[in-house]
């Protein structure tokens, strides 16, 4: 099946008794019946299974062309069953540039039971082979990067991971499933915050994590049963329905980001804009050969990096949304440095390039007309 098919109908039946009805119901139940002990209609208690979630774990996987899935009350919840795949004295490679409740998951909690995150620029694969040592476990990425949208070239690490035995995990949020497939590319494991573009209506929090390999996918389950990090069945109800227009959000994500970016990147009072789909963009051809497209995340560099500024240019905004987070139709605009990123240290902001000038878009589905010029109003007024 094709993308646009497979969200539709992906891992989803029509409910087969008693109703047929055509949509995956809530099945709003902590608990099922049992013939006699130990004998079930394939669910006995809602922590283990539930036919909402299944029905979205299955839809998801086959998203990210992958066999198995899991889905978490958060991505954070998500990212943290796929850290306890390792033990204490592991050590984790990891992109310097990676969203702030994962490094602060990282390190403020693993490095408490003795995890090692080694920090490293993965846009170049050169630095991998010192960072590597006989307790590496893990290398972590995330492309696009937040915010900078950094491109790391998947299919390299992979290489290199699969050479040495470490297990790749790339979280997928600011592309969407859409958009790349990690797992193609030779990723182990696929993660999400479904809260972004996948539920796409800044409507609900929940995660997943995806795989091909069955010892993995059996790790991941005992993981999920045993800890408990579950998503309600409403929100994988609310998720399933998201999903069905993923790949028309996205299309127009992407078109409304390139009219933003082209916008910015002309606008005097701007001095950089980061996105993927820049010719500029460093890693421009990267971004070409393994996405479908650019994204709708947009970060931009005003020329005076002064917060004062800044937080004028932003309250003056009529349509764009200050507030964090990310995925939505409308269109949210945030300052990393004070929101965001704002656990990560001044020694690490100014490693990573989060300057106070930093702004980042998630663009919506609005009219991309609206949405320039409201920016540009706002910036005429710091005139
Ligand atoms: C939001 C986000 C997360 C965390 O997901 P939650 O659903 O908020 O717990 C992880 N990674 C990325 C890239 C995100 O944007």
């Given at each position: 099946m094709k993308f646009g098919t497979k969200i539709i109908h992906s891992g989803l039946q029509p409910d087969q008794k008693?109703?047929?009805?055509?949509?995956?119901?809530i099945y709003q139940t902590s608990t099922y019946?049992?013939?006699?002990?130990?004998?079930?209609?394939?669910?006995?208690?809602?922590?283990?299974?539930?036919?909402t979630r299944k029905a979205l774990e299955q839809n998801v996987s086959s998203l990210e062309n992958g066999k198995y899935g899991y889905c978490f009350a958060s991505g954070m919840a998500a990212i943290d069953c796929i850290l306890r795949l390792l033990k204490p004295g592991d050590e984790i490679i990891c992109s310097n540039d990676i969203y702030g409740g994962t490094f602060r998951l990282f390190n403020q909690i693993y490095t408490r039971q003795n995890f090692k995150f080694i920090f490293s620029d993965l846009q170049s694969t050169k630095e991998l082979k010192n960072l590597c040592t006989k307790k590496t476990k893990m290398i972590w990425i995330e492309t696009p990067s937040n915010p900078m949208m950094n491109i790391i070239d998947i299919k390299k690490i992979t290489d290199f991971s699969q050479k040495h035995k470490i297990l790749t995990v790339v979280d997928n949020t600011f592309a969407s499933p859409y958009l790349q497939t990690p797992l193609d590319l030779g990723a182990d494991i696929v993660t999400h915050s479904a809260t972004k573009y996948l539920g796409g209506h800044s409507d609900l929090v929940l995660g997943a994590a995806i795989t091909n390999k069955k010892y993995l996918s059996d790790k991941l389950y005992l993981i999920q049963k045993s800890c408990g990090g579950i998503p309600g069945p409403m929100d994988c109800f609310l998720t399933l329905?998201?999903?069905?227009?993923?790949?028309?959000?996205m299309e127009k994500h992407c078109f409304n980001a390139k009219k933003i970016a082209l916008f910015l990147s002309s606008?005097?009072?701007?001095?950089?804009?980061?996105?993927?789909?820049?010719?500029?963009?460093?890693?421009?051809?990267?971004?070409?050969k393994q996405m479908k497209g650019f994204g709708g995340m947009v970060s931009f560099k005003l020329k005076k990096n002064n917060f004062g500024i800044v937080k004028k240019f932003l309250?003056?905004?009529?349509?764009?949304?200050?507030?964090?987070?990310?995925?939505?139709?409308?269109s949210l605009i945030s300052h990393p440095s004070s929101m965001t990123h704002a656990s990560l240290s001044a020694e690490l902001k100014l490693k990573n390039k989060i300057t106070d000038s930093l702004v980042r878009i998630s663009v919506g589905i609005e009219n991309h007309e609206d949405l320039i010029n409201d920016l540009s109003k706002s910036f005429n007024k710091l005139k």
């Open positions: 008693p109703t047929g009805a055509v949509i995956t119901p019946i049992q013939k006699s002990p130990g004998k079930n209609l394939g669910y006995e208690y809602s922590r283990s299974s539930n036919p329905r998201g999903i069905k227009t993923l790949h028309l959000r606008h005097k009072m701007v001095k950089e804009v980061f996105w993927p789909g820049l010719k500029t963009h460093p890693n421009h051809r990267v971004a070409k309250s003056n905004l009529k349509i764009f949304t200050l507030a964090e987070s990310l995925g939505g139709v409308e």
